[in-house]
């Protein structure tokens, strides 16, 4: 047992952080420190500098770009990342479709495809839930009929995460109705500008636009799209979601967004003295502080348990998702109470008719829209119940 | 980074693991909590025997030279197994302050017959005014010709009562609070001038109240520079919050294996109550907290030899808080699932409820910490 990094995984660790100084654009380090809503071009100018690197896929095999790190390696140089605070890749392409191509998609595909995603040339969406398919994903309706060399989609999705940049979307749909509802299921590829695709956008609690609704209309998407074999959808999502599940700690993140909430608390005066001072606040800030060390240990053993190229996940990392999105939330109400009142302007920054100077502090506006933003990681990916129902299941055998 | 055990420490806790199954089961335990002393002489000496009494001491005092991650292993196991004996005591406190502050000639007369498993040893530093401040000492030791003599009382000396020695603290210098003046004295528990009051505390364990009135002891008593004794104290204790972290995370495993158990085949309604998802989801919470608390131990393995006394103070005290958090949910929770049997005293459940919650109150509880975390500006950024 040796709980400390290796002077060899220490000098990683100074690479990756140089490098990401010396080239993380500062208008989106900007951004991502002021918690600030990123725009497509964002996401896309951060992935190809990376790319150029050779770090855009550090976890797919080297064949494909990527970059044989161990997981220890991938471990810190996602956390470098996030302290930067670098924008988290774009999860559909890399983390989602791209393992499943490799996984499961053939050579044509891989070609087609992969370097395609490594560079964000195809800015990809996910097409998995449905109005009547959340929790209970093998429940969707959205149908594949197939007509010769095509099939024909009919159907809807819903919380599409940025469809409208979307070029590509990865769906599940059902190809046989009267199979049991795991069983009719396939893995569909379907370039979004063909005729039939309607993107509408939703509207979340903190007025921004992140997630649409996307209808199927008679969408014709040729046979060689589909994944692996008819009905056995199914089985390629449950890998996706289980490498869902790995990252989703964000505990470099969260350490990033406490530096954030001590420096402002520590500018923003309560009384006379700055609210950094103030006793209750800063053991709550410390109470945070202590559950994400924990979080960050956890990690840890997860990361330091993932032998070399074995990525089975780990029933830790459900506890991972339940105490990382905790965490992220804890965090945000943390920064409401800085901004104290002035969370009560919307005041979005984004908005083209805005000609005013800010009200109140210049960094107040984003504050109580991420609050209300960030109710959305014990939500998605698995509702943090689904992922108690998955450890009573899987863990305690109940 | 590895979390894996060595070849040595797999032995070690194979070992004694292996005997705590064999010798200490909740009717044992019951037994030994009964008899005079409060746990078992037996099991003492074959602790000694497998060489944990001087698992942190050098090779040169009988010992094994061992490490935080020995000291995790061996307490993660009494913690399972919830054993009475004075290791915290002897080995850690006591053993701990000799190892640290010792002269040669103190180790070499001391460590090895505590090694051997034939002296006992306590602390005597808390007092009925300090609560969770290390740095408040009263008890005097005034200069008596070459030596000195010792004046006040102790309080809360775990296993004060069976100790051979006490490794007493007392004011040379300063006042109330200092951190500066504080001494260290190794004194015979029999000497004349010392009336100990031993008794069992909420856990099953033993405790004793120490009063010294005009206790003379020689100049060669004193361990170190008397007056230089705090950041010793606050080292040797921060070891033994990192042991007591180990410790709990062994009684909140247990207790959760037990919860579990119960939930599967408990029935009621015609099902195993298990079935119920609020009850799953309140055991995935327990769950949740003990891998906070396990994690956090490595942590607290890994900082406990952390040689700058800043970045350990901050470290411990984020291990303290968690432990004393996680402690309190398991055991409720623990509690609450198992029901009217869980609130009964031959139910072995709540014996590890009141171990944890025991653990949160000693060298300082969740809320403390978190408050001294906070006044030094929260964790370190690596």
């Known amino acids: 047992m040796d709980l ?74 996602l956390e470098e990342c996030q302290k930067a605070p670098a924008p988290d890749p774009v999860p ?13 998609g053939n050579e044509a595909q891989k070609k087609r495809f992969l370097p395609r995603i490594a560079n964000i040339d195809d800015f990809w969406c996910q097409g998995f839930s449905e109005p009547g398919a959340g929790s209970d994903l093998a429940s969707l309706k959205t149908a594949a009929k197939r007509a010769g060399d095509h099939y024909v989609v009919n159907g809807q999705k819903t919380w599409t995460t940025y469809a409208q940049y979307a070029d590509w979307i990865f769906c599940l749909v059902r190809t046989d109705p009267a199979a049991k509802k795991q069983e009719g299921i396939s893995f569909l590829l379907i370039d979004m500008k063909t005729p039939g695709i309607t993107v509408r956008p ?43 599940r790995t990252g989703i700690a964000r505990v470099g993140i969260s350490k990033e967004r406490i530096r954030r909430v001590k420096e402002l608390a520590s500018i923003e005066l309560d009384g006379d003295r700055p609210l950094i001072e103030d006793e209750r606040f800063r053991v709550k800030v410390a109470s945070v502080e202590v559950e994400l060390k924990s979080l960050e240990m956890l990690q840890l053993r997860v990361v330091a348990a993932r ?76 509702s943090n119940e689904i992922q108690k129902n998955i450890i009573a299941k899987a863990v305690l055998g109940l | ?70 000291i995790m292993i061996v307490m993660e196991a009494f913690g399972r197994a919830l054993a009475l004996e004075p290791f915290v005591a002897t080995v850690l406190l006591g053993g701990g302050l000799l190892r640290r502050a010792g002269s040669d000639a103190q180790k070499a007369a001391v460590l090895p017959k505590v090694a051997g498993g034939d002296l006992l040893l306590a ?57 500066e003046g504080i001494g260290l004295f190794l004194v015979d528990a029999k000497a004349e001038g010392i009336s100990r009051r031993g008794y069992r505390t909420n856990d099953g364990q033993r405790a004793a109240e120490i009063a010294f009135e005009g206790v003379k002891v020689g100049a060669d008593a004193a361990l170190g520079e008397p007056g230089r004794a705090f950041p010793v104290i606050e080292r040797v204790v921060h070891e033994t919050i990192a042991a007591l972290a180990a410790e709990a995370v062994g009684a909140m495993t247990a207790m959760h294996e037990m919860t579990v158990d119960y939930l599967r085949t408990r029935k009621q309604f015609g099902v195993p ?50 432990i004393g958090r996680s402690g309190h949910t398991v055991g409720q929770i623990g509690t609450q699932l198992t029901g009217g049997i869980g609130v009964t005293m031959e139910y072995k459940g709540g014996h590890y409820f009141k171990r944890l919650a025991m653990i949160d109150t000693m060298f300082g509880d969740a809320d403390h910490h978190l408050a001294a975390l906070a006044r030094m500006g929260g964790l370190a950024e690596t």
């Open chain 2, 123 to 179: 602390f005597a530093h808390a007092e009925r005014q300090s609560r969770y401040d290390l740095g408040d000492v009263l008890t005097a030791a005034k200069r008596d010709g070459a030596g000195y003599v010792l004046e006040g009382a102790k309080s809360l000396v775990l296993h004060g009562d069976s100790a051979h020695q006490l490794v007493v603290s007392a004011r040379v210098s300063g006042s109330r609070k200092d951190r």
């Open chain 2, 273 to 322: 109550i298990g079935s119920f998802q609020v009850l799953q989801h309140k055991a995935v919470d327990m769950l949740v907290a003990i891998e906070q608390a396990r994690s956090i131990m490595f942590y607290g393995t890994m900082m406990a030899e952390e040689p700058d006394a800043e970045t350990r103070r901050k470290a411990l005290s984020a291990v303290k808080a968690q």
């Open chain 1, 92 to 104: 559909f392409g890399t983390q989602m479709v791209g393992p499943v191509i490799i996984a499961f």
């Open chain 1, 307 to 382: 032998r070399k190229g074995d990525n089975k996940p780990d029933p830790a990392s459900s506890i991972l998702k339940i105490k990382g999105s905790e965490i992220q939330q804890a965090i945000t109400e943390l920064a409401l109470q800085v901004v104290g009142p002035y969370a009560l302007p919307y005041d979005p920054d984004d908005d083209p008719l805005r000609n005013e100077p800010p009200i109140g502090p210049d960094w107040a506006n984003p504050i109580a829209p991420a609050y209300f933003n960030m109710r959305k990681v014990s939500i998605y990916g698995g």
């Open chain 1, 4 to 77: 400390r990094f290796t002077p060899e995984e220490i000098a990683f660790r100074e690479e990756v952080r140089t490098f990401i100084q010396t080239n993380l654009p500062e208008d989106i380090r900007r951004k991502m420190v002021e918690g600030r809503r990123l725009v497509k071009d964002d996401f896309v100018r951060w992935q190809r500098i990376l790319n150029k690197q050779g770090w855009a896929v550090p976890h797919w095999p080297q064949e494909w770009g990527g970059t044989g790190w161990t997981p220890i390696q991938q471990y810190l140089f």
């Open chain 1, 202 to 244: 939703i509207q979340t609690i903190d007025g921004g636009h992140e997630v649409n609704e996307t209808f199927f209309d008679d969408v014709k998407v040729p046979v060689e799209n589909r994944i692996g074999e008819e009905n056995k959808g199914w089985h390629y999502a449950k890998f996706l979601l289980s490498n869902e």
């Open chain 2, 1 to 70: 980074m590895d979390f894996g055990l060595s070849e040595e420490q797999r032995l070690l806790k194979d070992s004694i693991e292996r005997l705590l199954a064999d010798r200490y089961d909740f009717e044992a335990r019951k037994q030994f909590m009964q008899s005079a002393e409060g746990w078992s002489r037996e099991l003492w000496q074959q602790y000694a025997g497998l060489g944990l009494l001087g698992l942190p001491f050098e090779e040169k005092h009988g010992g094994f030279g061992g490490g935080p991650v020995e």
